[in-house]
C-alpha cells in the first residue's frame, strides 16, 4: 500500500463529502434539539455547502412539506398565522412566499377560497434559482437559520379538523358569490361598527353593536328560511380565529360569546393561537365581522378603565386587564344574545314560528353534530376571577347602555384541535 504524500492527512481525501440532503438533514434534526452550538456547527456546514444545491434541496422540502398540510386540515391563512408566532419575521415571510411556490405544484382543482387566501397573504414567486439569496437581504447564514426554522415548523406541525376540502379533492368546488342584498347588508353592518369602534361615548358604542347584531340576525334568519326549501342546501362550514398573547383565554372567551349570540359553536386551540367557529355561512360572517369590532372595542375600554382604576394598584395589571376583558366578553355575549332572540322574536311574528322555529333548531342540530364529529376529544376551561376590580369594570364598560338582559349563561371555554 502506497504511502499518502507528504503533508496529507492519512485517508482525508477518501473521506465522503456530504450531500446537501445529509446536510440539511443534520441541520434540521440539530435545530430540534437542545445543543445550540450543534445547531450553529449544523449550520456552518450548510453555509459552506454548495448554495444552489443547498437552496435547491431546502425549497424540495419546504414545499414537499407544505403540501403534505393542506389535506390535514390547514389553510394557508392558518398557516401564516402560526407561522408569525413562532418564527421571526424574516422567516415569517419566507414561509409565505414558499406558498406560492407550492401552487405551482398543485394538480386537480384548486378551490378559489384557497387562491384567494394567497391572494389576501400577499405571496410571490420569481423563480427557484437564487430564491434564498434574494430573500437574504445580504445576511445568508439569517436566511439560511430562517429557512431551517420554517422547516422544523412546517414538518411539526400536527393534523386538524379539515374545514374545506382541500385543493386536489374532488369536492373542492368555486365558492358561490354571496347576494346582493347580503352585501348590502354587510355594508351598513361594517359602517355601523366602524362608528361603534370609534366613538368615545360607551352607551353609543353598544348601541351601535346591538344594532349591527339585530341587522346580521335577521339576515341569517332569512337565508336559514330560503336555505330550507333549497335542492342542496348548505351545510356548517368553519373558519379559524387568531387568540394570540397577552390574554389568549380572553380573546377566546370573546370569541365563543360572539360565536354563541349567532347560533354557532367556538372550540379554542390554545397551543396553537386559534378557536375554531363552527356554523352555517351567513353566521360565521357575523361572527368574524363581531369578534373583530368588538376586540378594538374591549381593548379601548380596558385601556380607559386602567385609567380610572384606584391609587396604588397598578402592580396587578395583569391580573385586572385578564378579568376585565373576561367581564368584557360575557357581559356583552348576553347583550349580543338578547339582540339575537329580539330578531328571532319579530321574524317569528311576520313569518310565523311554526315555520320558523324547526328550520332554526335543525340547524343548531347540525352545528352541534359537526362539532362532535371534528372534536370528539374536546375538554373544557373555567374561568377564574383574579382580579374583581376588573372583573366590575370589564362588566360596566359593557354594560352603560340600557337593555333588558337576563343573568349570564356561564360557558366555560371548550379546548380542542
Not at 394538480?107 to 405571496?123: I, K, Y
Not at 343548531?364 to 371534528?374: F, G, I, P
Not at 382580579?387 to 347602555?401: C, L, P
Request: hydrophobic share 45%; with cysteine.
Amino acid at each position: 500500500m502506497r504511502d499518502p504524500p507528504p503533508g496529507d492527512d492519512h485517508g482525508e481525501e477518501d473521506r465522503p463529502v456530504p450531500d446537501a440532503e445529509q446536510l440539511l438533514a443534520a441541520a434540521l434534526a440539530a435545530a430540534r434539539g437542545t445543543d445550540v452550538r450543534e445547531a450553529e456547527r449544523a449550520l456552518d456546514r450548510l453555509v459552506v455547502g454548495s448554495g444552489p444545491v443547498i437552496d435547491a434541496a431546502l425549497l424540495t422540502r419546504l414545499v414537499r412539506g407544505v403540501g403534505r398540510l393542506w389535506p390535514r386540515g390547514w389553510q394557508p391563512v392558518d398557516l401564516d398565522r402560526i407561522a408569525t408566532r413562532r418564527l421571526a419575521p424574516r422567516g415569517a415571510r419566507l414561509l409565505r412566499d414558499v406558498l406560492a411556490a407550492q401552487r405551482r405544484e398543485q394538480s386537480g382543482t384548486v378551490p378559489q377560497w384557497f387562491d384567494d387566501q394567497l391572494a389576501e397573504l400577499g405571496t410571490r414567486w420569481d423563480a427557484d434559482a437564487g430564491w434564498l439569496d434574494r430573500r437574504a437581504e445580504g445576511d445568508r447564514i439569517t436566511a439560511l437559520r430562517d429557512a431551517v426554522d420554517a422547516l422544523v415548523l412546517v414538518e411539526g406541525l400536527p393534523p386538524i379538523a379539515v374545514l374545506r376540502p382541500p385543493p386536489g379533492n374532488p369536492a373542492a368546488a368555486p365558492r358561490a358569490a354571496a347576494p346582493a342584498a347580503g352585501s348590502r347588508m354587510l355594508d351598513r353592518v361594517r359602517a355601523l361598527l366602524a362608528k361603534a369602534e370609534s366613538t368615545t361615548f360607551p352607551a353609543e358604542a353598544e348601541a351601535l353593536t346591538g344594532k349591527a347584531q339585530e341587522l346580521m340576525a335577521r339576515h341569517s334568519i332569512d337565508a336559514a328560511l330560503l336555505d330550507a326549501t333549497a335542492e342542496r342546501p348548505d351545510r356548517p362550514g368553519g373558519v379559524r380565529l387568531g387568540t394570540d398573547a397577552p390574554y389568549a383565554a380572553a380573546k377566546a372567551l370573546l370569541i365563543q360569546e360572539v360565536a354563541a349570540a349567532n347560533r354557532c359553536e367556538s372550540v379554542w386551540s390554545d397551543d396553537l393561537g386559534f378557536a375554531t367557529v363552527l356554523g352555517f355561512p351567513a353566521d360565521l360572517v357575523a361572527v368574524e365581522l363581531l369578534h373583530t369590532s368588538l376586540l378594538v372595542q374591549a381593548t379601548a375600554a380596558m385601556l380607559r378603565g386602567r385609567g380610572e382604576r384606584r391609587p396604588g394598584s397598578g402592580r396587578r395589571t395583569k391580573g385586572y386587564d385578564e378579568s376585565f376583558l373576561n367581564a368584557f366578553a360575557l357581559r356583552i355575549g348576553e347583550r349580543l344574545q338578547a339582540a339575537t332572540a329580539a330578531a328571532g322574536r319579530e321574524a317569528a311574528g311576520e313569518r310565523g314560528g311554526d315555520r320558523l322555529l324547526p328550520v332554526l333548531a335543525a340547524r343548531s342540530d347540525a352545528v352541534r353534530e359537526r362539532v362532535d364529529h371534528l372534536f370528539p376529544g374536546v375538554t373544557r376551561h373555567r374561568l377564574q376571577v383574579r382580579d374583581a376590580e376588573g372583573w366590575t369594570s370589564g362588566t360596566s364598560a359593557a354594560d352603560r347602555a340600557s337593555l333588558d338582559v337576563g343573568s349570564p349563561a356561564r360557558r366555560p371555554l371548550r379546548r380542542g384541535r
